[in-house]
């Protein structure tokens, strides 16, 4: 994965992430990936605020994720 996030448990880190997704369903490309799972399993929770990053970590979990 080609993307600079930072801490995840930063505000900085995470207003990366929700930016970044602002325009894109998945980390990298047009299908989930590895990258997914990677970041799915670093962020345990999301805050409201993060409204982008909110949506794909609900996304990513309905396809069982939290199981890989």
Same mark, same amino acid.
């Given at each position: 994965?080609?993307? $600079?996030?930072? !801490?995840?448990?930063? @505000? &900085?880190? #995470? ?6 997704? +602002? $325009?894109? $369903?998945? %980390? !990298? ?6 990258? @997914? =799972?990677? #970041?799915? +399993? &670093? %962020?345990?929770?999301? @805050?409201?605020?993060?409204?982008? =990053?909110?949506? *794909? ?8 994720? @939290?199981? *890989?």
């Amino acid at each position: 994965m080609s993307l $600079s996030l930072g !801490d995840l448990k930063s @505000d &900085a880190g #995470l207003t990366k992430l929700n930016q970044h997704l +602002e $325009s894109r $369903s998945y %980390i !990298d490309g047009y299908t989930p990936s590895q990258s @997914d =799972v990677a #970041l799915f +399993e &670093a %962020i345990a929770s999301v @805050d409201k605020k993060y409204p982008h =990053v909110n949506r *794909w970590h609900s996304h990513i979990k309905s396809y069982g994720c @939290d199981t *890989w």
